[in-house]
């Protein structure tokens, strides 16, 4: 047994404090609610909130060892549970003993003991704000006031779901280029390191004229086998330059502007992010959301300081009673087409189901735009491998025409 500190509100509003003495957490709730009291906070001992539990302690951890994937599974097994009438608690329990995750199965029993203590399941989910996403915890407190909590968990699970696949398109299309170019820069500097110093003495003891390519890449042979320190240095300088530089304001806008001006992949970038807002603005509001709370996360989750500036700008606008689309006309952040689009769902009252479509266009175009991206980046990086080695083979083969020359006396 232990001694649990509580303050609720009684029948009548008023905020009452005391002790009670109970054998879980769970049990204290429940003994407060069977006294007709609406439990507002609840902690073990003096002062020791349920959070310090052992169970809770994986709030502490953060989202280590939890994935998105496991996320996007827990909120499609509950709206199919509470759908068939299932109590949200008792939902709770069913999925956290079938977690296969044991990071992942504290948090649920803590979300499950916070949700039997008297809170909210917004709320509980809430104090896992690196695990549950903020869109998350809204769209299941507008469902609680609604009533449609399986329909909102499962809209939840769909949006998550696609969320997740258009960032792995993202990464996948920019891993490519990346290992690409890390295996050719590795190739050449084998050549130069490794393979050339070889070549050197065996046409130094022939005595052979170097045509000029060749005495280019002996050059830069020599000089990364003296100076080999420098390019170690560079290199972790470039990358610990980088981590720094885009935990700046200015690098981090620097990095974001960027990634919508460089050709090869604006485009990309641009409908990914256009995509990412639609979806969650049409999710949103089709849910309840009201429009500005809408508008503010929707910046949050736009990881982009252009479009930081869009969202500011739509918010003050809102604030000032324009509408939704209104900001939209003339931003370079966004089509005017979309927000012609936009504009005629709020003329119909119907901006949820518009956004929901507008999401599923914006998607289709990502689509494109990363298999377009693909299409060009594999010929690229082959024609770029193919030039360099091929250069290096060239030059490193000219002497030995010069020496046959020799040899045969011509």
């Not at 029993?109 to 704000?129: I, K, M, W, Y």
């Not at 006031?145 to 699970?157: D, K, N, Q, V």
């Not at 050709?263 to 990412?276: G, L, S």
């Not at 479009?307 to 604030?319: C, K, T, V």
Request: net charge positive; hydrophobic share 45%.
């Amino acid at each position: 047994m232990s001694n649990y500190t509580y303050e609720c509100r009684d029948a009548h509003g008023q905020l009452v404090s005391g002790s009670i003495i109970a054998d879980t957490i769970a049990e204290a709730g429940k003994l407060l609610r069977a006294d007709g009291k609406f439990v507002v906070k609840l902690v073990q001992g003096r002062g020791k909130q349920v959070a310090d539990s052992p169970v809770a302690a994986a709030r502490s951890t953060g989202a280590r060892g939890v994935r998105r994937d496991d996320v996007i599974d827990f909120a499609h097994q509950m709206s199919i549970m509470v759908e068939t009438g299932v109590p949200i608690s008792e939902a709770l329990e069913s999925v956290s003993s079938q977690c296969s995750s044991e990071a992942f199965k504290a948090v649920l029993v803590d979300v499950s003991e916070t949700v039997q203590s008297g809170n909210s399941f917004s709320h509980a989910l809430s104090r896992h704000p690196r695990i549950f996403p903020e869109v998350m915890g809204s769209m299941v407190a507008a469902s609680e006031a609604s009533g449609t909590m399986g329909e909102m968990l499962e809209r939840i699970s769909d949006y998550m779901g696609k969320e997740r696949r258009a960032i792995k398109q993202v990464r996948g299309a920019m891993a490519y280029p990346m290992f690409m170019l890390v295996m050719s820069v590795g190739t050449a500097l084998a050549l130069l390191l490794f393979v050339l110093p070889r070549f050197t003495s065996i046409y130094a003891s022939r005595g052979a004229t170097l045509p000029l390519p060749t005495r280019i890449l002996m050059g830069a042979s020599e000089l990364a086998l003296t100076y080999w320190y420098v390019l170690v240095f560079l290199f972790v300088g470039s990358v610990v330059g980088y981590i720094w530089m885009s935990r700046t304001d200015w690098g981090r806008r620097l990095i974001d502007i960027s990634k919508l001006r460089v050709p090869i992949i604006k485009t990309m970038y641009a409908n990914f992010y256009t995509n990412r807002a639609m979806r969650t603005m049409g999710t949103m509001i089709g849910s309840g959301v009201p429009v500005l709370d809408v508008v503010q996360l929707t910046r949050r989750i736009t990881q982009n300081v252009c479009y930081h500036e869009m969202w500011d700008q739509m918010d003050g606008s809102l604030r000032r009673g324009s509408q939704l689309s209104e900001p939209l006309f003339g931003s370079p952040m966004m089509p005017d087409s979309i927000a012609r689009m936009i504009a005629a769902g709020e003329k119909a009252g119907r901006l949820g189901p518009v956004l929901d479509r507008v999401a599923t266009f914006t998607e289709h175009e990502f689509d494109e735009s990363v298999k377009r991206l693909t299409q060009f980046i594999e010929p690229a990086m082959i024609v770029i491998m193919g030039t360099m080695i091929g250069g290096v083979a060239i030059s490193l083969l000219l002497p030995i025409f010069s020496i046959s020359k020799l040899m045969t006396g011509g």
